[in-house]
């Protein structure tokens, strides 16, 4: 008795897609919950509840729950809807019908609710309303096995059909008792429908289990009592009928998504899948049957996930079991290993703990310990620490020793950008981690960023006055903004509470750092033509007001063609940030006659690349400059690109250069060079520069360039190539030599040498 053309009466059973969700167990959507709001999860929560205590006949329990939730979230009209079926179970129709109209009020096209209306009003005798609702709901869907349903229900209302013959006789079809039977199948399965839709299932498994047994081809009423069944948690005996419903109809969809529902239940997800992926390979747009698929891969993934974690659990368990049975035995050796420790005899530390794990390879514990030993011992011992470490977090990956201890060793070997992020997790789950944030201030540190560093050691240190960590941390912070006397004062700190430690004994060993700096410069030049040698010298005075800021006064004497010109100049450069510098120069000559009467001159740097190891920092910078002399303007731009190489031992710096030169007198140069009064001239080129660093104490750098050159009081376009190196003596006194050759046009050829000295005190 097929009442639907097959394959399919998806849209059909919408009723029973709506009540398989409502028993969904209470752990689906748990995955989902992560993401929503602290009241959506509620919600959730009160609405399955809800649902499944309506499913269960506990009408003022599922009323209860269903008001809270859709209160929690007004917009569900899912959850509204099963607060409308509860209130009309129960007989309180008025509230059942209000319910149903808002969600009507809020989605026209929802069609339970309209059903529901229905219902109530054949319950209340208001069978003009009834027929309204049902007109409007037949143009939707006029084949619609519950329409058809509700039509009945109401013609019998207004017309009680004649009573039924109860005696079945089992003839051939065309006989008077094969039509009594079918009359009374069609009653039976209008009833069960009906005790379903009202929540009484154990009255519509009664009624469609009749159905079957008069009529066993009837595949539709087999789909119905598998879909009450499983309301019942019954599944064995859906399972029998959806198969034999896909027995008779092997292409039924909605049987084929009981038996898929029934697996998604006993998790059995596998099964579940399977059954799904046969649905879809023929209706692949069917959405029960698509949000079924999602549910059993989230279950699938969450069977897994308890899986592991029980994996783990159990292995935690057992390491601890092992860890108590032999803690009375090795507490001496542990003992002795953390005053060794303390001693800083960390080869010997090491051995203890490397002794205790050949008997308990799998101890994070001492898997860490090892690992920290190791660290301690310097570079050459980092790849063995970084193993403890690794291998303790795979037997605990919370183990919050073991990844701090990663992150420790990032940190001695430069990797910042992978210390960061393990700390973070740490940070994480336990933001008062004293050992993390104390790492987190040394990365900061190491970033270039001391005074930061110094604010969060300084925190700390008001946490924990003892920890000589800590305290060297704040320590070395103050060093990093020059406040080396401070600094040693708190490095004394530490050594009251830690007097043995080699570490702090060499931090109080450091010198004070000199603060001021003085560049004296000399050069002889020799030009081609009948100009007479050039001699030039300056001196240079720095001081560091802090971590970022220098001030520099600087006096220059130059005798060129015979005449002595005076340049004093002052300059001011700073650090905004670990990226960007900048700086700013002003002078003049008060005797010019070939130097600037007047000049100024900005620029700076800016890393647009950290890099690492072979290709390092990436910077552009940017030098400009106007300077007035006696017979010209000159004004210039010079944008440029540095390159650093080989862990920063090697950097190419590269520039274009461009001039705009004004002469404003006629007259001539020192040299007979005429200008020309009012003429704007335009000057372009580039420079190219390698340095590098063979020794940690010698600088070596080669240059070319084809540019304008302004440094006599005009503009000639030139050529120079020239090299040199510096060599620090010590870290107070440092050397310069250079040379260079150039040759300018239509003009002298030029060849000079230059020393220099640097001493800091």
């Known amino acids: 008795m097929r009442r639907q053309p097959l394959p399919s009466r998806l849209g059909a059973l919408r009723p029973f897609a709506l009540l398989v969700i409502a028993c969904l167990p209470s752990a689906i959507g748990s995955a989902q919950a992560q993401a929503q709001l602290p009241d959506e999860v509620t919600a959730e929560r009160l609405s399955r509840e809800g649902a499944a205590a309506r499913q269960d006949g506990r009408l003022d329990e599922a009323i209860t729950a269903l008001g809270r939730a859709t209160r929690l979230k007004p917009a569900d009209v899912d959850t509204q809807l099963q607060l409308g079926l ?59 096995p519950d329409v058809i349903t509700l039509e009945g229900q ?31 199948s069609r009653r039976l399965f209008v009833e069960g429908q009906a005790a379903r839709k009202a929540g009484r299932f154990d009255e519509a498994i009664a009624r469609f289990s009749k159905v079957v ?190 990844i701090l201890g990663l992150a420790r060793v990032d940190l001695y070997e430069g990797k910042l950008e992978d ?35 110094e604010t969060i050691f300084r925190q700390l240190r008001a946490r924990q006055s003892k920890d000589t960590d800590i305290l060297l941390g704040l320590g070395d912070s103050l060093r990093g903004t020059m406040q080396d006397d401070e600094a040693r004062l708190i490095y004394r700190e530490a050594a009251i509470v830690d007097p043995d430690s080699a570490e702090i004994a060499a931090r109080i060993a450091q010198g004070i750092r000199p603060r001021w700096r003085l560049d004296l410069d000399g050069s002889l030049s020799i030009l081609s033509q009948k100009g007479s040698d050039w001699q030039e010298g300056s001196a240079r005075l720095s001081y560091i007001l802090n971590d970022r800021t220098v001030i520099t006064g600087g006096i220059e004497v130059t005798n060129r063609f015979r005449i002595v010109n005076t340049l004093i100049d002052a300059r001011l450069d700073h650090r905004w940030s670990d990226a960007w510098t900048s700086y700013l120069r002003i002078g003049g000559s008060p005797d010019a006659v070939y130097r600037p009467i007047v000049f100024g001159e900005a620029g700076g740097t800016l890393r647009v690349m ?12 940017l030098d400009s400059g106007y300077a007035k002399y006696d017979a010209t303007d000159a004004m210039t731009a010079s944008p440029g690109l540095q390159q650093y190489l080989l862990d920063g031992r090697l950097w190419i710096s590269g520039k274009v250069i461009g001039t705009l030169a004004n002469s404003t007198v006629t007259t001539r140069a020192p040299d007979g060079f005429a200008f020309v009064r009012d003429r704007l001239s335009k000057f ?13 104490r010698l600088t070596l750098f080669v240059g070319w360039a084809d540019a304008p050159d302004t440094s006599d009081g005009r503009v000639i376009p030139t050529q120079a190539v020239y090299g040199g190196g510096i060599y620090d003596l010590n870290e107070s006194i440092s050397v310069k030599l250079s040379a260079a050759h150039e040759q300018r046009v239509k003009s002298y050829d030029r060849t000079s040498v230059n020393v220099g000295l640097t001493t800091r005190f």
């Open 86 to 144: 509860a209130l009309f179970a129960k007989g309180r129709f008025d509230e059942a019908s209000s319910q149903f109209r808002k969600i009507l009020g809020a989605a026209p096209d929802y069609d339970e609710a309209r059903a529901g209306l229905i219902r109530v009003a054949l319950a209340t005798k208001d069978l003009d309303g009834a027929e309204r609702e049902l007109a409007t709901l037949k143009r939707r869907s006029p084949n619609d």
């Open 419 to 453: 210390a960061e992020p393990r700390i973070a997790r740490v940070l994480a789950r336990r933001p008062e981690n004293i050992e993390a944030k104390a790492l987190s201030a040394r990365v900061i540190l190491a970033r270039g960023e001391p005074s930061e560093a």
């Open 154 to 184: 109401l013609s019998a209302a207004r017309k009680p059909a004649p009573p039924l013959e109860p005696q079945l006789r089992s003839t051939s079809d065309e006989s008077p008792g094969t039509e009594a039977t079918s009359t009374a």
């Open 610 to 621: 950290d890099g690492n190891g072979l290709f390092g920092a990436t910077l552009l910078t």
């Open 213 to 402: 047994a008069l009529d066993p081809d009837d595949v539709d009423a087999q789909v119905e009592l598998g879909g009450v069944l499983i309301a019942r948690q019954r599944f064995a005996d859906a399972r029998a009928a959806f198969a034999k419903a896909l027995a008779k109809t092997p292409e039924y969809g909605d049987a084929r998504l009981g038996l898929a529902r029934i697996a998604y239940y006993e998790k059995r997800t596998a099964d579940a899948a399977r059954e799904v992926g046969l649905l879809l390979a023929r209706e692949p747009k069917n959405r029960e049957a698509l949000r079924l698929r999602v549910q059993i891969a989230r279950a699938a993934a969450e069977l897994d996930a308890a899986a592991e974690k029980a994996k783990r659990d159990l292995e935690a368990a057992r390491i601890e079991l092992a860890k108590q049975q032999a803690q009375a035995a090795e507490r001496r050796r542990t003992e002795e290993a953390t005053a060794l420790r303390k001693a800083g005899k960390f080869t010997a530390a090491e051995a203890i703990y490397r002794s205790l794990l050949q008997s308990r390879p799998k101890d994070a514990d001492l898997l860490v310990s090892a690992g920290s030993m190791a660290a301690f011992q310097g570079k050459t011992r980092f790849a063995d620490a970084r193993r403890d470490f690794e291998a303790a977090g795979a037997i605990n990956p919370a183990y919050d020793d073991a």
């Open 684 to 696: 372009g080129g580039y420079s190219v520069r390698v340095d590098g660093m063979p020794t940690d």
